[in-house]
């Protein structure tokens, strides 16, 4: 039987040895301090470019693993419009592709800001602005509940999905899996 995460004694209580990580975490700190030092050699229009470009493959490949290909003339075109860069002719992004953007930036560009659940319910809005997952109606902004049977990270044809994830039973959560 498949064990999720949320079903171990001590989640989500984490646990690490800093003794088994620490060298890990010293040679990236190390590699994002020289590459940081080779941007900042770059000037400014070098450096937005490779911003652009990272902002770019992450919303693309974010979406890929959700299975959602997205247009990645849109996606740059959708960032280059919101950060305010000139990139010449910019496309017209679908909805869709303006949701996962805005909520990207919001989440790369606003790290430090608290994660409230108004800010991810804004989030699964920008997601979902329809109101819908595919063919399916799903309850944007709020939490879910299991009306519907539990939520699940499927895919593949119909009567052959292959769950990837199913998330804790919103009445069993116990506390753990959402904040009041």
């Known amino acids: 039987m498949t064990s999720y995460i949320y079903e171990q004694a001590d989640w989500p209580k984490f646990r690490w040895s800093e003794q088994k990580i620490a060298a890990q975490l010293a040679r990236v700190r190390h590699h ?10 770059l000037g400014f229009q070098f450096k ?3 911003v652009l470009q990272t902002l770019t493959e992450e919303v693309i490949k974010s979406s890929e693993i959700e299975g959602e290909i997205l247009d990645r003339e849109q ?3 959708s960032i280059a419009r919101r950060l305010g860069m000139d990139i010449g002719a910019l496309m017209p992004a679908d909805r869709n ?7 990207m930036l919001d989440a790369t560009q606003k790290y430090s800001e608290p994660l409230t659940a108004d800010r991810l319910f804004a989030w699964h809005a920008s997601l979902f602005p329809t109101g819908r997952s595919g063919m399916s109606r799903i309850a944007v902004g709020k939490r879910r ?3 519907t049977g539990p939520m699940q990270v499927v895919s593949g044809p119909l009567g052959r999905e292959r769950i990837h994830y199913q998330a804790p039973a919103a009445k ?3 506390g753990k899996c959402r904040r009041s």
Do not use: F, P
């Open 172 to 174: 069993h959560c116990g």
């Open 97 to 103: 592709v303006e949701g996962v953007v805005e909520m």
């Open 145 to 147: 509940d299991d009306k």
């Open 75 to 77: 996606v740059r075109s």
């Open 48 to 50: 937005a470019e490779a």
């Open 32 to 41: 994002q301090g020289r590459l940081i030092g080779r941007m900042e050699g």
